[in-house]
Nanobody
């Protein structure tokens, strides 16, 4: 079992940046691949980015490629999402998630989820 707590969301103007963090409990953080998802009002939750256990492989949705960067610090049990050049369409609740499966990062279910952090981008 792992618990996930997101932070770093907020209100930012278009073109601005935010750094989201997801702190996890337990001593087995490096056993999990980690992902970021988002859900805008009235829309389904969508995949944003994922990173494998070692941090050596990342995968992004086309909508954020080149603007967002996922990273992890296994010593701090934390995964990050650096979001640059934010757009109003990036407005959503952002969730981090964890799973044991360490391949096909852009698809498949995740086992554990955080509560989410709100990101609002004004135009």
């Amino acid at each position: 079992q792992v618990q996930l707590v997101e932070s770093g969301g907020g209100l930012v103007q278009a073109g601005g940046s935010l750094r989201l963090s997801c702190a996890t409990s337990g001593r087995t953080f490096s056993s999990y691949a980690m992902g970021w998802f988002r859900q805008a009002p009235g829309k389904d939750r969508e995949f944003v980015a994922a990173i494998n256990r070692s941090g050596g492989i990342t995968y992004y949705a086309d909508s954020v490629k080149g603007r967002f960067t996922i990273s992890r610090d296994n010593a701090k049990n934390t995964v990050y999402l650096q979001a640059n050049n934010l757009k109003p369409e990036d407005t959503a609740v952002y969730y981090c998630a964890a799973r044991f499966q360490d391949y096909a990062l852009g698809s498949g279910p995740y086992d554990y989820w955080g509560q989410g952090t709100q990101v609002t981008v004004s135009s």
